[in-house]
C-alpha cells in the first residue's frame, strides 16, 4: 500500500475542492470582493504590459481571468497558463473561445512541476492562486526557474489588513459571511470555508516578500490594495 505524504494529500484535497466549485467560482470571486479584484488584476496585468514581454506565463490560472486580459493587453505576445485542475481550465477555455483570443494556450499541470525550460519566459504571474498550493516555496523556484535572467514575476494574493478595525471587520466578512453566502446560492459553503481558512494562514506581505528573495529574486517589493485586504508583490530574476 503507498502512503501518501502530507503534502500529496494536501494536494489532492485542493484539487477536489476546485473541481467542485470550478462552475461557480467566477460568480463567487465577484462577490467576495464586490468585483474590485478585477481591478486589481488590471492593475497588474498593465504593469506586465509595460515589460514589453513576449512570452508570459500565469501560473495557477484558474478561469482565466488574468491570462485573458494578459493576451488581450499583449496581441503580439505568446501567453501560456497552466492549472492543475481541469473543470477550471474548461471555464477559461469557454471564456478564451468566446474572446477568440489565438494568442493564449491553457495548460494542465502542477505549478510545482512546470513543464518548460530553464528561462523560457520573460515573465510570469499567480493571481489569487500561490495561498492554495501545498508548498509556496516550490512554487516560486520554479517560476524563478522558467524566467530568463532580467525577466519578472507577480504574485497577486490576498494579504492581512494593515489596521486593527480593517483586519477585524475583513475577518468576519471572510471567514463567516462569505461561507454562507455561498451555502445558500450553491451549496459549497464548506468549500469556501476551506477557501478562508488558506487566506488567514497565508504569508504576511513581509514574509512573502522575505520568501520570494530566500527563492533567488532581487528589487522585490509590493504595493496593497484596500488597505492590505490583498496585495501585488514583484520580484526580478538577476541579469548574469
Not at 56 to 61: E, G, M, P, Q, Y
Not at 76 to 84: H, I, L, P, R
Not at 170 to 189: D, E, F, Q, T
Request: proline fraction near 2%; aromatic fraction near 10%; charged fraction near 25%.
Amino acid at each position: 500500500m503507498l502512503i501518501k505524504s502530507a503534502k500529496q494529500r494536501k494536494t489532492e484535497k485542493i484539487y477536489k475542492s476546485y473541481e467542485h466549485i470550478s462552475e461557480d467560482y467566477d460568480i463567487m470571486n465577484d462577490m467576495m470582493s464586490f468585483g474590485i479584484h478585477r481591478i486589481w488584476k488590471l492593475r497588474t496585468a498593465e504593469e506586465i504590459k509595460r515589460r514589453g514581454c513576449h512570452r508570459i506565463l500565469d501560473v495557477c490560472c484558474g478561469t482565466g481571468d488574468m491570462a485573458l486580459l494578459l493576451a488581450a493587453q499583449n496581441p503580439n505576445a505568446a501567453v501560456t497558463a497552466v492549472d492543475f485542475s481541469e473543470g477550471m481550465l474548461n471555464q477559461a477555455r469557454k471564456r478564451q473561445k468566446k474572446k477568440n483570443l489565438i494568442n493564449l494556450e491553457f495548460i494542465r499541470k502542477n505549478a510545482e512541476h512546470l513543464p518548460f525550460r530553464n528561462g523560457y519566459f520573460d515573465c510570469a504571474v499567480i493571481s489569487f492562486g500561490l495561498r492554495s498550493v501545498a508548498d509556496y516555496g516550490s512554487v516560486l523556484r520554479e517560476m524563478y526557474r522558467v524566467v530568463r535572467p532580467g525577466g519578472w514575476i507577480y504574485c497577486l494574493e490576498s494579504s492581512v489588513p494593515e489596521t486593527k478595525e480593517v483586519k477585524t471587520a475583513y475577518n468576519v466578512y471572510r471567514n463567516h459571511m462569505i461561507p454562507a453566502a455561498s451555502a445558500v446560492l450553491n451549496g459549497n459553503g464548506w468549500e469556501y470555508k476551506r477557501i478562508a481558512r488558506a487566506n488567514s494562514r497565508f504569508l504576511s506581505k513581509k514574509k512573502l516578500a522575505a520568501l520570494m528573495a530566500a527563492c533567488g529574486f532581487v528589487h522585490v517589493g509590493y504595493y496593497s490594495h484596500m488597505a492590505g485586504v490583498a496585495a501585488c508583490h514583484r520580484g526580478q530574476k538577476p541579469e548574469i
